[in-house]
């Protein structure tokens, strides 16, 4: 027998979205541990260690664009009335430069393998079980133009990653302020579970 929801639950997110939202969110901390902790591993661990990121940024570009192709379908709950514009206009600005740089990012770090001299003779296999393609077209470059693209990719590939920092603290700061200085019940509408 299923509960009546209370009638001042929150209006929540479906629970694809909360699942995809999680799932996500995991896959990307894992990855800025793996990438921002490299430098710690034996020699030896460091390829795998990299490939293993490879892997969970492809994962992620997966799950975005299964989150979006749902969130098309199912609009999302509509924001709480107490919400000023300001806050608004800052939440959706916020969420849109999320989703931008989860596609960014795994894009620009794929474009940055496909133009790495060596990626010939390193075949890149998601989790080390299925074989991954690189990007024909950059792989068919010459030497030096690869190079230059290598270390473009690259640059762009880091500095999404610290504006991904920025927006990620905003986007906590918000939902913690929305839910212990406001009394929103906001954290009740992407955690997982019961409503109440």
Avoid: C
Avoid at 152 to 177: D, Q, S, T
């Amino acid at each position: 027998m299923h509960a009546t929801p209370s009638p001042n639950a929150p209006p929540r997110y479906t629970r694809t979205a909360i699942v995809l939202h999680w799932l996500i969110a995991i896959a990307m901390a894992i990855n800025v541990a793996l990438i921002l902790t490299v430098d710690f591993y034996p020699e030896d661990w460091v390829r795998p260690v990299v490939d293993t990121h490879k892997s969970f940024g492809i994962t992620v570009l997966g799950l975005v664009i299964l989150r979006l192709l749902w969130r098309w379908g199912h609009r999302p709950p509509a924001m709480p009335p107490t919400f000023s514009r300001t806050e608004r206009a800052a939440a959706h600005a916020v969420h849109g430069g999320l989703y931008l740089l989860m596609f960014l990012l795994p894009l620009s770090g794929w474009m940055h393998d496909s133009a790495w001299k060596d990626a010939a003779t390193h075949p890149m296999e998601l989790f080390g079980l299925v074989p991954w393609p690189r990007i024909g077209w950059i792989m068919s470059l010459d030497p030096a133009t690869k190079e230059t693209l290598h270390d473009l990719f690259g640059a762009v590939h880091e500095w999404a990653g610290y504006v991904l920092y920025g927006l990620f603290a905003l986007h906590v700061i918000g939902a913690l302020k929305h839910q212990f200085w406001d009394g929103e019940r906001e954290l009740q509408r992407m955690w997982p579970g019961s409503s109440r």
